[in-house]
């Protein structure tokens, strides 16, 4: 009994070894990147919710004022194909947002002047684009289903992602390691994702957005 004991002991010490261990990371920053692209979602949200034209140019702004670079990573769409015709948009577009906000505006010249001029700073490729700052790429997951990323983080450093839907559905974001084994997840109920860890090793881990509607979902994704 005591040898059965033994080995059932050592396999599992053995599979622990093989799975990323956890580490404090409450000591850890968001970064200033990803924390802008969460607020710039919050007032577009607003904007749209509230018909606020300077919510819109504000998310616009930020959006176009934060460094990233285009994801080096495709998704994988699951098996299941949900794919149903709809109007929403994904709204992190900051020229979709400019033009909304001043159809919003409606005669106020003050806020139309605005939205000009940070259109103007866009268009002059004044700010996105510098070296450094998150990854950021966009997709749909089709309904009742889940796309997968594979991204690699280093080891002993903090490791985020940020997930931002469309409005229509629930999506949740799970993170697995080399090895499969669940890292880190978010699964409230709404379209809006965070997971934050510190990896033992430098690797790929998967980043698997799951989609609970019934329809399709587009979706931005941004890591540090």
């Not at 940070?118 to 089709?142: A, C, L, W």
């Not at 559905?169 to 809006?192: E, F, H, M, R």
């Amino acid at each position: 009994m005591k040898k059965i004991l033994t080995i059932v002991c050592l396999c599992g010490l053995s599979f622990a070894a093989f799975a990323q261990e956890e580490k404090p990371i409450s000591d850890k920053k968001t970064s200033p990147e990803l924390a802008a692209l969460q607020t710039a979602a919050s007032l577009a949200e607003y904007g749209y919710d509230n018909y606020s034209a300077t919510a819109l140019i504000e998310a616009a702004k930020i959006i176009a004022e934060t460094p990233v670079q285009e994801l080096d990573a495709e998704g994988t769409p699951g098996e299941t194909q949900t794919v149903e015709p709809k109007q929403t948009r994904l709204r992190l577009n900051p020229e979709e947002l400019l033009a909304d906000a001043k159809r919003y505006a409606g005669k106020d010249k003050v806020v139309i002047n605005y939205a000009k001029q940070v259109e103007k700073t866009i268009k002059r490729g004044d700010t996105r684009g510098s070296v450094g700052g998150p990854k950021y790429g966009e997709g749909i997951v089709p309904g009742k289903s889940y796309t997968d990323y594979e991204v690699k983080f280093w080891a002993n450093e903090l490791a985020e992602v940020i997930v931002i839907g469309d409005g229509d559905n629930d999506l949740d974001l799970y993170v697995y390691d080399s090895n499969g084994n669940l890292i880190a997840s978010d699964t409230d109920y709404t379209d809006q994702c965070v997971c934050r860890w510190v990896p033992a090793w430098t690797g790929a881990f998967k980043l698997r957005i799951v989609n609970r509607g019934a329809i399709f979902s587009n979706f931005a994704i941004a890591t540090n």
